[in-house]
C-alpha cells in the first residue's frame, strides 16, 4: 500500500490526495522510474500555478532533466525528452490503470460551486 510523502498515512487505492493530511502525492503509474531534485528552483514558471518550476533528474540511459511543479506536479518538457521518457515506459494499454487516472484529474479539476 502506498503511503503519504507528507504524514505517512496509508493513500487510498486509486487516490493521490491524502484524506488525513490533505496533501497531493506525486504519483509514479507504473512504478518504474525514480528521479532525484536536479535543481529546486529553474528559470520557467508553471502555466498553471504561476510559481518556479524545479528540475528533476530521471535515469534513463542517460539522466534525462525535466522541470516539474511542486505544487501541481505538472510536467514540462524540452524537445525531444517526452518522447525518450515514453520510449522508456510505455506499456501495453492494458497495464493502464484508468480509475486512477481518472480519480487525479477528478481530484485536479474539481468545480467549485458558488453559494448564493
Sequence with gaps: MARCKSCSAPLLANTNRCQYCGVR????LHAK??????????????PHCDKPLQTIQIQLDEAVLIERCAVCFGLFF??????????????????????????????RYQTTEVSQ
Design 78 to 107: 524540452d524537445l525531444h525528452e517526452l518522447e525518450t521518457l515514453l520510449d522508456h515506459s510505455v506499456s501495453h494499454i492494458a497495464a493502464i490503470n484508468r480509475a486512477h487516472i481518472d480519480n487525479i484529474n477528478s481530484d
Design 33 to 46: 522510474h525514480n528521479y532525484s531534485i536536479y535543481q529546486k528552483v529553474s528559470d520557467r514558471i508553471c
Design 25 to 28: 502525492n506525486d504519483v509514479d
